[in-house]
């Protein structure tokens, strides 16, 4: 069968067999490869469309989801089109309006522009216009809403957060979504834990709110960390959600206890999230865990997780990697 | 009559992940090799024990020696790390019911790279 693939807006013809990582390096593509037999996942590659099921093996789902495919399983089919994340359409939108969650702590709401698709919790890339000043930020809202939510924590110096708090109707070009933290509709069952530090909070509600519109059936576990209890800005909406729901259960942890000083000082040091979550689930077997927020926590909590009998497939993180230009 | 392959014989694909997830687990708690595993992405290297464990068994892959070389040369690696690793995938298999002559088996083909993977 002859044909052509589809690769960064480019036609490459195929020969007969080829497997489509055979068909990339041959048009000296930058694809990774090394095992070459389905098993290492370095050659995995996004399509858009229907891509063969037996390319997707070994897949996360959340990947399955979004289309990936191992590039070495895949035998190149006339048409198939292999995404590049450089190539991620961009949408021209605006700041709709902006309020303060809690100090420091601003919710943005960005008018959806048509033909953005993401799932709730995925992150977009937003993108001030007259300069390309790029930063990344988690949705919070559904997208059956109107708006795209997203929670910016107000940084010193912190020029995509100064943009957004100050101009009003900020124009903004959004590309993505891109992001592996996102409410699986076809796993009703498993008992979910979510795990956020700051406004790692934001892809966590994401999911929560889809977990919820999905009418989720297992328990639902959301922890909130933050170095103090000001820091945790959904505090009261969380607590009543979870009054509301007897599946869904909300735990707080501050470090730091700054609205009661005289406690700081005399009561015993509040656990940390680390010790909460590892006394509550001696055994994570059979958790879809969402871990997001800060780069060390996200790290040092998946090895936790695992530790505990989380399957790496079960695991889903989305570190929040301070820009450094 | 084809005698099947010791990755067919413990259980393809799905015995890989299942010793992979329990293998991992030892090594990150294994102070005489944990300490390789600190800086590295877990998901990668998560990865490159499926491809590890399909190799041993006999599986599909294409890793000649020199990639096996290339890729443990800067650990330089010693025996102890090597042995400490074999007892971890030894008692996996063990805890997965896997049969001794087959323990041997994937042994042996681990055994088989043990110089490239010491650079020596």
């Known amino acids: 069968m002859n044909g052509t693939i589809l690769y960064c807006g480019q036609s490459l013809p195929f020969a007969p067999g080829e497997t489509v990582l055979d068909c990339l390096l041959r048009h000296d593509q930058p694809v990774a490869s090394s095992c070459r037999s389905g098993v290492c996942q370095s050659c995995i590659v996004q399509g858009q469309g229907a891509v063969p099921p037996q390319a997707q093996r070994g897949l996360k789902p959340s990947l399955v ?23 991620l359409p961009i949408h021209a939108a605006r700041v709709a309006s902006t309020a303060f969650l809690a ?16 799932r709730a919790g995925q992150f977009l890339q937003l993108i001030r216009p007259s300069d390309g000043l790029t930063r990344s930020y988690s949705v919070a809202s559904l997208p059956s809403e109107s708006i795209i939510e997203l929670h910016v924590a107000l940084l010193p110096g912190g020029r995509m957060g100064h943009y957004l708090s100050e101009t009003a109707g900020a124009p903004l070009s959004l590309r993505g979504p891109t992001g592996d933290c996102f409410y699986l509709e076809d796993k009703q069952e498993e008992p979910l834990l979510l795990l956020g530090t700051g406004t790692g909070l934001a892809p966590l509600v994401g999911i929560l709110r889809a977990a919820m519109a999905a009418e989720h059936r297992g328990p639902i576990h959301l922890f909130h960390g933050s170095r103090e209890s000001e820091g945790l800005y959904m505090s009261e909406e969380l607590h009543r959600l979870s009054e509301g729901h007897e599946r869904f259960n909300y735990t707080e942890s501050v470090l730091f206890n700054t609205s009661n000083p005289v406690a700081e000082a005399t009561a015993a040091p509040t656990k940390d999230l680390f010790d909460q979550v590892k006394e509550t689930f001696p055994s994570l077997h059979g958790y879809r865990v969402y871990l997001c927020g800060n780069p060390e ?18 695991i889903h993180s989305d570190p929040f990697v301070l820009a450094t230009q | 009559m084809s005698q099947k392959s010791l990755y067919d ?12 997830d329990l293998f991992y687990r030892k090594v990150l708690v294994d102070d005489r090799i944990s300490h390789f595993f600190d800086s590295v992405d877990m998901e990668t290297q998560h990865q490159k024990q499926k491809a590890f464990f399909t190799m041993a068994f006999g599986g599909p ?14 650990m330089k690696l010693t025996e102890e790390h090597f042995n400490a690793v074999m007892e971890n995938l030894g008692s996996t298999l063990k805890e997965l019911g896997v049969p001794d002559e087959a323990i041997g088996e994937a042994a042996a083909v681990a055994n088989s790279v043990k110089d490239d993977i010491l650079n020596r």
């Open chain 2, 61 to 74: 892959n294409s890793y000649t020696g020199a990639d096996m070389r290339r890729a443990h040369a800067h």
């Open chain 1, 103 to 118: 100090p420091g702590i601003l919710q943005v709401q960005i008018e959806r522009p048509p033909g953005l698709d993401f």
């Open chain 1, 65 to 87: 989801a979004q289309g990936y495919f191992l590039a070495c399983q895949c035998a190149a089919e006339d048409g198939l089109e292999v995404l590049s994340a450089d190539n």
């Open chain 2, 9 to 20: 014989r413990l259980g393809g694909a799905a015995a890989v992940d299942a010793a992979v």
């Open chain 1, 297 to 314: 926590f996200v790290r040092k909590m998946k090895k936790q997780c695992f530790l505990a009998g989380a399957a790496m497939q079960s």
